[in-house]
């Protein structure tokens, strides 16, 4: 059964920075567009950030351009979200799925950002 594992997440203060992690097992991934989204408390799951399956393009929710990275490593089947500077609006449950997302979504991994 494929299972989408999320990890990365804790407390930080404004203007830290994370690493989120999502390792993928039940299939390799090394041919899908990947994608990192959220879910803040009251709100709707958006899209935050997307990366084609060889890395070589990316694009982002603009809320979080020039802050956020997204990479992969396909021979880990895993991705990444690099989070820098982070806010308060930041906080929120992370998740990450194909895009077009396919998967049952995963668990998720906590971010909150204090003032």
């Known amino acids: 059964q494929v299972q989408l594992v999320e990890s990365g997440g804790g407390l930080v203060q404004a203007g830290g920075s994370l690493r989120l992690s999502c390792v993928a097992s039940?299939?390799?991934?090394?041919?899908?567009?990947m994608g990192w989204y959220r879910q803040a408390p009251g709100k709707e799951r958006e899209f935050v950030a997307h990366?084609?399956?060889?890395?070589?393009?990316?694009s982002y929710t603009n809320s979080v351009k020039g802050r956020f990275a997204i990479q992969r490593d396909n021979a880990k089947n895993t991705v990444y979200l690099q989070m820098n500077s982070l806010k308060p609006e930041d906080t929120a449950i992370y998740y990450c799925?194909?895009?077009?997302?396919?998967?049952?979504w995963g668990q998720g991994t906590q971010v909150t950002v204090s003032s």
């Open positions: 799925n194909t895009i077009p997302r396919t998967l049952t």
């Open positions: 039940g299939r390799t991934f090394s041919s899908s567009e």
């Open positions: 990366i084609t399956w060889n890395g070589a393009t990316t």
